[in-house]
């Protein structure tokens, strides 16, 4: 049983902007404050932001202000809008719940480069 479903990824040039999707089971993402992460080659994964269940947010210093966070909670799927994207922005992004994490979903790969 999937219960996370990371997509959008792809390349993108930096300066551009992607918009990822995480699709959840239900029961991950209803009522829950959903995290977005991402981890680089070589790195360990790092927090990029969460949104709670009325879609406050908060993000990491190092995309606040060209991420945002929002989710559809009629389709338990929180997005992940990066704009002005740098190379090291570069990773696989993975969604979780912030509380009471489940096991990780394939992620997607982001990769920013000309």
């Known amino acids: 049983q999937v219960q996370l479903a990371e997509s959008g990824g792809g390349l993108v040039q930096p300066g551009g902007s992607l918009r990822l999707s995480c699709a959840a089971s239900g029961s991950i993402f209803e009522n829950q404050v959903m995290a977005w992460y991402r981890q680089a080659p070589g790195k360990e994964r790092e927090r990029v932001g969460f949104i709670g269940p009325s879609g406050g947010t908060n993000y990491a210093n190092s995309v606040k202000g060209r991420f945002t966070i929002s989710r559809d909670n009629a389709k338990s799927t929180v997005y992940l809008q990066m704009n002005s994207v740098k190379p090291e922005d570069t990773a696989v992004y993975y969604c979780?719940?912030?509380?009471?994490?489940?096991?990780w979903g394939q992620g997607t790969q982001v990769t920013v480069s000309s």
């Open positions: 979780n719940n912030l509380g009471r994490p489940v096991p």
